[in-house]
């Protein structure tokens, strides 16, 4: 059974940086995708980055410039990195992975993150 946890989260004021980790366990090594998505309150869910194993990232449009997903990573760790943050960044922040074979997909619990101006 996969598992994915996050950890980082927190209260940080606009302009600031914050990193978040996401943690897999399980079967790792079938995932296709890996990534983060967010959802504001009210609003749908959004993914705002994610990467393959063969390391090509995509990111929305929103977050383009500011979050990354660090090289850093390992079959199952990886972080965003979010620099010069916005208060319409405040959301809940879900780790995310799709299994290649099920095309399931897995979240993490969400860790929340707000942006003071």
């Known amino acids: 059974q996969v598992q994915l946890v996050e950890s980082g989260g927190g209260l940080v004021q606009a302009g600031e940086s914050l990193r978040l980790s996401c943690a897999a366990s399980?079967?790792?090594?079938?995932?296709?995708?890996m990534g983060w998505a967010r959802q504001a309150p009210g609003q749908q869910p959004q993914l705002v980055a994610t990467i393959t194993p063969g390391g090509s990232t995509n990111y929305a449009d929103s977050q383009k410039g500011r979050f990354t997903i660090p090289s850093d990573r390992t079959s199952n760790t990886w972080a965003l990195q979010m620099n010069s943050l916005k208060p319409e960044d405040t959301a809940v922040y879900y780790c995310?992975?799709?299994?290649?074979?099920?095309?399931?997909?897995?979240w993490g619990q969400g860790a929340q993150v707000t942006v003071s101006s």
């Open positions: 399980g079967n790792v090594f079938s995932f296709s995708i």
């Open positions: 995310y992975a799709k299994d290649a074979y099920s095309q399931k997909d897995y």
